[in-house]
């Protein structure tokens, strides 16, 4: 069943039946205006005029805590949603990975983006590298992120290194490894290619989605608004990707199914080749500490796939 659904509501109108004023509310970091000014120019290349509103959420206001200490599952998207309830704004632009699999009563998402590049991504500084190969880093480097996913993968594939959790935005991020408060720091390439930032004075590492697993929905934008709210969904369903609506529901089905948010050491990439067979690999572990489990899985339809990942996560951890 499709992630993208209506549910019982509350209709509350915006603009009168021939308006084409949209008000969109957004996260003020550089790469949340980013995204929001991408849909902007979409929607105005189809007519809309587009009201741009920068809403701060918990996670914007709390920088000292890591995300899993961060109550909650919706914390960069609560203020946005209750935006929305309220009337205040007509739709907003989420990063797909950072909200819950279950929509607020009377929300709905009525649009997802075409996927940028999912991986995810290890700047180093030049010091940190003993060799040619960027992976031959120093023992007990320090490498910057504040997601368990990431931790456990970085941890799988580099026992030797310690981790720290690292906040703000982008480039904030990036200064604080180019500071050298981090030997290397972990993001996620769609970022660093939507800011388009310049890393020549590092070394990177793209990671490939299958065996470094990506966040579910990583790279996705999804487009949210009240449900029934008819004149808004009309224009969303216009920029709709419908090949990324197929893989993602694969993916937020599995973080559904495994009950967690954003904060959860799980990865969960989909991907549909040009023969129309998808292609999915998870990954997910209990803690930084504990042994990562990996499931791949190919066949020629979407259907129960997300079923079949989680039956075989969970018989890898009975087993183990």
Same mark, same amino acid.
């Given at each position: 069943m499709s992630l993208i659904g209506f549910m019982k509501h509350v209709y509350l109108p915006s603009f009168t039946q021939n308006s084409v004023q949209l008000r969109l509310g957004t996260r003020g970091s550089r790469l949340a205006l980013w995204q929001a000014n991408h849909v902007s120019n979409e929607l105005s290349a189809l007519?809309?005029?587009?009201d741009i509103q920068i809403i701060k959420?918990?996670?914007d206001k709390i920088q000292d805590l890591s995300f899993d200490k961060l109550e909650g599952k919706g914390f960069f998207t609560k203020e946005i949603e209750d935006a929305l309830l309220s009337g205040e704004v007509d739709f907003a632009v989420h990063s797909m990975k950072d909200l819950p699999t279950q929509q607020p009563e009377g929300l709905m998402l009525?649009? =997802?983006s075409e996927r940028a590049d999912p991986r995810d991504t290890l700047l180093l500084l030049k010091?940190?590298?003993t060799s040619e190969s960027p992976l031959q880093i120093k023992e007990n480097l320090l490498i910057g992120t504040s997601s368990a996913r990431r931790k456990a993968n970085i941890k799988a594939l580099l026992p030797g290194i310690d981790l720290k959790d690292i906040r703000g935005n982008v480039p904030t991020r990036i200064q604080k490894l180019r500071d050298g408060l981090f030997g290397g720091i972990l993001l996620a390439k769609a970022g660093l290619d939507r800011l388009e930032l310049d890393v020549s004075d590092l070394v990177v590492?793209?990671?490939e989605p299958t065996e470094f697993v990506p966040a579910p929905a990583q790279g996705v934008l999804a487009y949210?608004?009240?449900?029934g709210d008819k004149e808004v969904i009309k224009a969303l369903r216009k920029i709709h990707s419908f090949d990324s609506s197929d893989c993602t529901n694969v993916e937020r089905r599995v973080l559904q199914m495994m009950d967690g948010g954003c904060h959860l050491p799980l990865g969960v990439y989909c991907r549909k080749d040009q023969l129309g067979y998808y292609h999915a690999a998870a990954s997910f572990s209990n803690?930084?500490?504990t042994a990562l489990q990996s499931v791949k899985l190919s066949q020629s339809t979407n259907h129960k796939m997300a079923e079949k990942i989680y039956e075989? =996560?969970?018989k890898l951890f009975n087993n183990n």
């Open positions: 007519g809309y005029e587009v959420t918990q996670g009525a649009a =997802l010091d940190s590298v590492v793209h990671f949210q608004c009240r449900v803690d930084v500490e075989s =996560l969970v």
